[in-house]
């Protein structure tokens, strides 16, 4: 008896030695497997690609936000820092192609709208300098294309229109443009846009009601016209018919320890994956059918390790793959889809 306990202890040590400096010696074959033992799960839908990007030397700041245009199979991230460049453009099979720093201060998110005339890049600045309080155009190559807002000036304005700390947006292949305005600024609302830039509809007030928001990170839209908005500081992702902007629901029992940070839609819309920042997690939630919002009904989690940080998040809509944006990691990782569910986005 005393030997088992003996050989118990042992592989205990072994596996916690393990689990540790996979989380703080960042070696691949390590981190695969804390990852892999870190499901809590009913299904395991996804598995982390250890092999993204083939160097990850790139990083060299804060990583904020990464967009995936699935037309050209690229990858964007922004990142943060001094004297570093602020977009880098992977391949999404990991190889580096380029980077560039122009006209970009302090980026927070990031969206590829890309169609078989235009590839374009878009990208949330909250920077305090002459670039700050604006959402910006880009070309793939990083030349400057539109800037929305009053550049270096935070305000509430729509006519010229202004914005404060602009978190994320989302661009349709219309052209039509969502905003979540306000990671922790002046303003609390949601905006849509034409395709020459006018108010179509606006959400714009702060409070715990229907339609009102607390700092609202993240935004999308599914295949069924309605748009979804992480409203992360009253824990809630709220939902609004994207034609009208009506109301249509909210979930928040999915979120008591925790507000969303980030959401997103696989490619089939079977499921709303949401990053949740502080518990370093992501939860692959069951989407809702047409005409129904109901409650949240977590399917499958991958838990992350302590102070990772996933900020905000893309998937490929070709492959299905979740890129996330880790600002405690300093990294952006790929999970790709099990063969089983993956062969279901053909079905």
């Given at each position: 008896m005393a030997r088992f306990w003996v050989c118990a202890a042992g592989a205990g040590f072994?596996?916690?030695s393990l689990v540790l400096h996979s989380r703080f010696g960042g070696a691949p074959v390590?981190?695969?497997f804390s990852f892999q033992i870190s499901w809590r799960t009913k299904e395991i839908l996804y598995r982390l690609d250890v092999g993204w990007p083939k160097r990850s030397e790139y990083f060299t700041g804060t990583t904020f936000c990464v967009a995936i245009d699935s037309l050209s199979g690229l990858v964007y991230v922004a990142q943060r820092g001094d004297n570093i460049p602020k977009v880098l453009v992977f391949t999404e099979d990991g190889y580096f192609l380029r980077s560039w720093n122009y006209t970009v201060d302090t980026p927070h998110g990031i969206f590829a709208a890309s169609t078989l005339h235009e590839q374009s890049v878009w990208i949330t600045d909250v920077g305090s300098g002459s670039y700050g309080h604006t959402i910006k155009k880009y070309n793939s190559f990083g030349d400057l294309v539109q800037v929305l807002g009053t550049p270096g000036k935070?305000?509430?304005?729509?006519?010229?229109l202004q914005f404060d700390n602009p978190a994320e947006l989302y661009v349709e292949d219309t052209g039509d443009i969502y905003i979540v305005d306000?990671?922790?600024g002046l303003n609390n609302r949601l905006i849509k846009l034409s395709q020459d830039f006018m108010v179509l509809w606006l959400h714009g007030e702060r409070g715990t009601g229907p339609a009102k928001f607390n700092i609202p990170h993240s935004v999308t839209v599914d295949s069924t016209d309605r748009v979804w908005v992480a409203d992360r500081g009253n824990k809630r992702i709220q939902v609004f018919d994207k034609d009208?902007?009506?109301w249509l629901g909210a979930?928040?029992?999915?979120?008591?320890?925790?507000?969303?940070?980030?959401?997103?839609?696989?490619p089939d819309g079977k499921y709303v994956?949401?990053?949740?920042?502080?518990?370093?997690?992501?939860l692959l939630v069951a989407a809702?059918?047409?005409?129904?919002?109901?409650?949240?009904?977590?399917?499958?989690?991958?838990q992350l390790a302590d102070q990772v940080l996933p900020h905000l998040l893309d998937v490929s809509g070709k492959t299905g793959a979740i890129y996330v944006a880790e600002i405690g990691a300093k990294q952006v990782q790929k999970y790709v889809p099990m063969n089983s569910y993956f062969l279901s986005f053909g079905s």
């Open positions: 072994f596996l916690a390590l981190r695969k935070k305000g509430t304005g729509l006519n010229p306000g990671d922790g009208t902007g009506e979930w928040d029992n999915c979120f008591t320890e925790e507000g969303p940070s980030s959401v997103r839609f696989t994956i949401i990053g949740q920042l502080n518990l370093s997690r992501l809702p059918p047409v005409g129904s919002i109901g409650n949240c009904s977590v399917i499958s989690t991958i």
